[in-house]
Nanobody, 131 residues
Framework: QVQLVESGGGSVQSGGSLRLSCVASEYTYSSVCLAWFRHVPGKEREGVASIDWDGTTAYTDHAKGRFFINRDNVNVAKTTKTTAWLQMTNLSPDDTAVYYC???????????????????WGQGTQVTVSS
């Protein structure tokens, strides 16, 4: 079991920045892989970025160069709480979505953000970008 709590969403104008936070806690695994996905109503949920327990990151094409993921407790095993951040820059209206934090036990199975790799999900936080 992993509890995930996101924060940091809100409204911003095009070209602006936001930073999302995700606190992962109450897990008994040695560590967790953390990722961000986003969902627009009527579309499939899509990956944004992931970060492994050792700090290895992966981004989908739409996020590369604009979004940056990091976390604490890099290379630290047997933790019970970890925080990940998603710094989003140069936002556009196309980035408007509900952003979800997701977790996979111990390490990231893949680098291409496969939604079915992540059994644990937060409640989501809304990001709205106006033109």
């Amino acid at each position: 079991q992993v509890q995930l709590v996101e924060s940091g969403g809100g409204s911003v104008q095009s070209g602006g920045s936001l930073r999302l936070s995700c606190v992962a806690s109450e897990y008994t695994y040695s560590s967790v892989c953390l990722a961000w996905f986003r969902h627009v109503p009527g579309k499939e949920r899509e990956g944004v970025a992931s970060i492994d327990w050792d700090g290895t990151t992966a981004y989908t094409d739409h996020a590369k160069g604009r979004f940056f993921i990091n976390r604490d407790n890099v290379n630290v095993a047997k933790t019970t709480k970890t925080t990940a951040w998603l710094q989003m820059t140069n936002l556009s209206p196309d980035d408007t979505a509900v952003y979800y934090c997701a977790a996979e036990a111990v390490y990231c199975s893949h680098t291409d953000l496969r939604i079915h790799d992540f059994p644990y999900w937060g409640q989501g936080t809304q990001v709205t970008v106006s033109s």
